[in-house]
């Protein structure tokens, strides 16, 4: 089990401090309907002195979960009959 200072600091520059936060992530993907926009708030961490990112484990999950939730969406609200590009930019 790693110790609280290890997990606070930079593995990069072994001088910033990590600092968590949410951050909303938009993103595209792939589905058999074409490209799907989603947005998903995941636990990022970052440091404050290099700027180092990295998602929290388990962030591909929410991604996941995300691009499920709006796939389901549009399927609910458009019949596979009346997508047109017209519509996308209309659908948030
Ligand atoms: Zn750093």
Same mark, same amino acid.
């Given at each position: 089990?790693?110790?609280?200072?290890?997990?606070?600091?930079?593995?990069?520059? !072994?001088?910033?401090?990590?600092?968590?936060? &949410?951050?909303?992530?938009?993103?595209?993907?792939?589905?058999?309907? !074409?490209?799907?926009?989603?947005?998903?708030?995941?636990?990022?961490?970052?440091?404050?002195?290099?700027?180092?990112?990295?998602?929290?484990?388990?962030?591909? &999950?929410?991604?996941?979960?995300?691009?499920?939730?709006?796939?389901?969406?549009?399927?609910?609200?458009?019949?596979?009959?009346?997508?047109?590009?017209?519509?996308?930019?209309?659908?948030?």
């Amino acid at each position: 089990m790693p110790s609280e200072d290890k997990m606070n600091s930079c593995d990069f520059c !072994g001088k910033g401090r990590i600092v968590k936060r &949410k951050q909303n992530i938009s993103f595209r993907q792939m589905s058999d309907w !074409g490209p799907i926009q989603c947005q998903a708030a995941v636990a990022v961490s970052v440091c404050d002195h290099c700027g180092t990112g990295s998602v929290e484990p388990g962030a591909d &999950k929410i991604f996941d979960e995300a691009f499920r939730r709006q796939y389901a969406a549009l399927r609910t609200v458009v019949p596979l009959a009346s997508v047109s590009p017209a519509w996308q930019p209309a659908f948030r």
